[in-house]
């Protein structure tokens, strides 16, 4: 035990926690709910977001660095639905920070606060990635990040009672601004109304929900698998007999399958953003959906 | 990486039925009280240029120790369940089910539980587990990157401690990840035996330091330090020039081992699906200090034993497609162990005759998804002084809703 003793000693002083200013320090798990506490938290949050565009949020490793930060969390933001199953449970479990465990105030999953679609009937492996609680991918619809931007405000004037006013007057000022933005979104997106469109992964169906695009086909054979030359002929047979405009995919996906896909087609193959940082210019909400609908009104010509 | 996002079929007319309702607090589909269970399924084929029996000069081995078996046979087919006890406490359940001499045996991995919601940084565990010393040891084999443990995690810890007690565990509250550990074991196993010291016959101290550059790169580095008294540590397996060996030899007296491992993993933008690099190394040293009886001779055959061992092996994993990925390892052991009687030292397999043990490793594996795993491996195995070369096909299979795996 003596050991322990000087080790702790020695490393406490090595690695004296430096003090933190913010009110809240915020761990999220995606980009996009990074953006959305800084949106509403301004000046008295530090955020970390866990992963970046360029990542699959289904495949992450519980890395040390995480387990670090999420040990010093006052709030732990993610998607939800099953979305980090494969590393955010034992970041918790590794983290030993009580505050942010599942159930707790400090715990937040996005998609808990709103409708999410895809719900499956059954699931089973063979059916490949699938989640039981429906599609994780909730913040492609800017009606959903409105109605989770109210939930999250309660959540950290919970967590911070002293910013209450500040969080309210910054959620109603960003309340206002995304309103007006969504329904200038609508005007532009009129011409993708009911256009077909090919997809990599299922990320998209919430966008394509919102903006009334039809997925007209997938590039993984089933979710979370990779492209199969095959799959990618029967694809060409199916898009014969009912045409799409353009095939989509993000920048953490390989741009092969699409681009693939594109050659023996004709068709487009446009690279989405995804969430924040997936292309040049997307620095927050706000330019996320202006960059998508402008890429995909491009994809139709 | 593998994940849990299945259900049992019959719960799903239930779930079903909650989301049709519109509950969308349900915060995870995961509503049922069932825990996690998991299957995992492991075969092999062997086969090896040499049929002499395996030893590894200067190192008595034990536990699970020893080359595969030749031809088809099954590995460490693992029963595993885990769950959340309350929002206090997480426990899990690992049986390994495997075949020993045309006989099913059950062993019990793990049985532990391990604080929650202790906060602050702090996570106790309790009940059996893997030591948390090193980098491999507290892995699943069905998480190694290649079919067999390094050759020094064999000689000196039977392929893996596995021990009853309590680990306590402190994570810093730094930027940079620092994780302090101490564990109070029973060392009723192998590599300790003897459960001493009214049953708290071991102990084991770690540091584990880690942190990520850039976005792509990630690493970890760790120090551990583990020590029983031993009390009649048998070398389970043994060569003996080719007699039954009726006399076992056993140790008594105190064994250290220090280790340090290093792990570095590289992906581009830190995306691992497409491409990705896992460069790993571990050093280990033991000295222990006692004596050495040949159990079963007559007269008893002992020796005075002051030992000196030490191993390492780095391996680098190369996932260069989608689904494939090759693995090249290397490893070497030496050691300078003395004695009153250096015949029985011999005896006991701690005399090396100059021999270095080393072996190099190659393998290639596919994987259809994160449950499913197809390797083939081969080795040039210089464990003892005649040269082997070994052949392994192995599949590694995951069913059911099985949790994430460490960095």
Excluded at chain 1, 61 to 82: F, N, Q, T, Y
Excluded at chain 2, 81 to 93: V, W
Excluded at chain 2, 210 to 235: E, F, I, M, P, Y
Aim: some cysteine.
């Amino acid at each position: 035990m003596k050991i322990l003793k000087t080790f702790v000693l020695i490393f406490s002083l090595m690695f004296a926690a430096y003090p933190v200013h913010a009110a809240l320090n915020v761990f999220a798990c995606e980009p996009e709910w990074k953006a959305l506490v800084d949106e509403i938290g301004g000046k008295r949050v530090t955020t970390y977001s866990a992963t970046t565009a360029f990542q699959d949020p289904h495949h992450i490793e519980a890395r040390p660095s995480l387990i670090a930060k999420v040990r010093r969390a006052d709030l732990v933001i993610c998607s939800g639905a099953e979305l980090e199953t494969g590393w955010l449970p034992l970041l918790l479990r590794q983290a030993g920070n009580a505050n942010v465990l599942p159930g707790k105030t400090g715990y937040f999953e996005a998609s808990a606060f709103v409708q999410r679609l895809d719900i499956p009937v059954t699931v089973d492996r063979s059916m490949g990635d699938v989640h039981a609680g429906g599609n994780p991918h909730v913040h492609l619809d800017p009606r959903r990040i409105a109605k989770i931007a109210i939930k999250l405000t309660e959540r950290m004037q919970q967590l911070d009672p002293e910013g209450v006013r500040f969080y309210q007057h910054r959620q109603n000022d960003f309340d206002q601004r995304w309103q007006k933005a969504i329904s200038q979104w609508q005007q532009l997106a009129i011409p993708l109304k009911g256009k077909r469109v090919v997809v990599h992964h299922k990320d998209w169906v919430y966008l394509f929900n919102w903006l009334d695009i039809k997925i007209a086909g997938a590039l993984e054979p089933k979710p979370g698998l990779p492209t199969t030359v095959r799959h990618l002929v029967n694809l060409k047979q199916a898009l014969k007999k009912s045409p799409a405009s353009m095939a989509v995919y993000t920048a953490y996906q390989s741009p092969r399958a699409a681009k693939r896909l594109a050659q023996m087609t004709g068709l487009t193959a446009i690279e989405l953003p995804y969430t924040i940082g997936g292309a040049e210019g997307v620095d927050d909400l706000f330019s996320l959906f202006d960059i998508t609908i402008k890429r995909l009104l491009g994809g139709l010509k | 990486m593998q994940t849990k996002k299945m259900f049992y079929g019959k719960h799903i007319p239930i779930i079903s039925c909650i989301f049709l309702m519109g509950a969308a607090q349900v915060a995870t589909a995961k509503t049922g009280f069932n825990p996690d269970i998991s299957l995992i399924l492991d075969g092999r084929y062997g086969s090896y240029s040499n049929t002499s029996s395996y030893a590894l000069p200067g190192f008595m081995l034990g536990g699970e120790a020893g080359r595969g078996e030749t031809g088809l046979y099954l590995g460490h087919n693992e029963l595993i369940i885990s769950s959340n006890i309350d929002d206090m406490f997480y426990g899990k359940f690992t049986t390994a089910i495997t075949d020993e001499n045309n006989s099913t045996v059950t062993e019990l991995e793990e049985a532990y539980i391990e604080t929650l919601g202790l906060d602050y940084g702090l996570t106790v565990k309790a009940g059996r587990f893997y030591s948390d010393i090193g980098y491999l040891n507290n892995q699943h084999g069905h998480a190694w990157d290649f079919v067999d443990a390094p050759l020094v995690y064999r000689g000196l810890f039977g392929d893996q401690i596995i021990d009853d007690g309590i680990q306590a565990s402190w994570v810093a509250p730094t930027d940079l990840y620092l994780k302090l550990g101490t564990e109070i074991l029973r060392g009723g196993r192998y590599p300790a035996a003897g459960s001493t010291d009214g049953g708290l016959g071991a102990e084991a101290y770690f540091v584990k330091v880690g942190g990520d550059v850039g976005t792509s790169n990630s690493w970890q580095v760790g120090l551990s330090h583990w020590k029983a008294d031993v009390s009649g540590r048998q070398a389970g397996v043994h060569a003996h020039g080719g007699s039954t060996a009726t006399e076992i030899a056993t140790f008594y007296g105190s064994s250290k081992v220090t280790g340090i491992d290093f792990v570095w993993k590289w992906s581009p933008n830190g995306n691992a699906r497409e491409q990705s690099l896992k460069i790993q190394a571990e050093y280990f040293e033991r000295k222990e200090d006692g004596r050495v009886d040949m159990v079963g001779s007559s007269p008893l055959e002992t020796t005075t034993y002051k030992g000196k061992q030490h191993g390492w092996y780095t391996q680098a994993v190369y996932k260069f497609m989608p689904r494939w990925r090759v693995g090249l390892r290397y490893d070497k052991l030496g050691s300078r162990n003395n004695g009153s009687d250096a015949d029985v030292l011999g005896e006991a397999g701690l005399v090396t005759n100059g021999h270095t043990p080393s072996r190099s490793t190659i393998m290639i594996d596919y994987s259809r998804s994160e449950f499913s795993r197809i390797r083939l491996q081969l080795s040039q195995d210089d464990s003892y002084s005649d040269s082997d070369t070994q052949l392994l096909l192995q599949y590694t299979m995951s069913l059911g809703s099985h949790g994430a795996h460490k960095f």
